[in-house]
């Protein structure tokens, strides 16, 4: 057998909130959000990696299920000119970071954008991605924006549940062509 490289297509969902009248954010005692500094950018790459790695958004964007690739990831968004400090987040639990979410300020400067939002697989089903989601959401309210947006894959029920939860609405489907590899026989 050989492997084949080929393209594969994961149908996204483009989806946009109104960031007025949200309820605030709230955290079980035992959690704290940590805002962004440089000291804790480690922190946040081993989190997008531990969230992400083996799920399927691995899969559409590879640098989130490699170690280096989240490290990687991080640096350059902060070193992007629309980087929200106070839309990028570290979630703090009993037992350590649980949860990141990082938040840029779109091109035409009027709308936020959640760029990844991670829960440990241990940490999920408890109500943190949504105090999470809606602390970065704040900070692009205190940022001087009105909208939000966020991309997920069709696949993850999950988070779009959450997102419409939350007043996500989908405006637009797209479609990410990502590499993947097919065992094939040899001739």
Not at 72 to 83: A, D, Q, V
Not at 173 to 182: D, E, F, I, S
Request: hydrophobic share 40%.
């Amino acid at each position: 057998m050989a492997t084949v490289a080929s393209i594969g297509y994961f149908k996204r969902y483009k989806m946009e909130a109104d960031l007025h009248d949200l309820p605030a954010p709230q955290l079980s005692e035992g959690y704290t959000f940590a805002p962004w500094s440089f000291e804790l950018l480690d922190a946040h790459a081993e989190i997008l990696f531990g969230s992400f790695y083996q799920e399927i958004d691995s899969q559409v964007f590879p640098s989130l299920g490699d170690r280096q690739g989240s490290l990687c990831l991080m640096i350059e968004m902060t070193r992007k000119r629309g980087f929200l400090p106070e839309a990028t987040w570290l979630l703090l639990g009993p037992l350590g970071a649980c949860g990141t979410v990082q938040g840029m300020r779109d091109r035409s400067g009027g709308l936020g954008s959640i760029q990844n939002l991670g829960i440990l697989p241990g940490w999920r089903g408890r109500g943190l991605g949504k105090a999470l989601l809606l602390r970065a959401l704040d900070g692009f309210r205190q940022a001087g924006l009105d909208r939000a947006q966020l991309e997920v894959t069709a696949q993850n029920d999950t988070a779009i549940r959450l997102y419409r939860r939350l007043g996500f609405r989908r405006y637009k489907t797209l479609y990410k062509a990502a590499p993947h590899q097919v065992l094939s026989p040899e001739f």
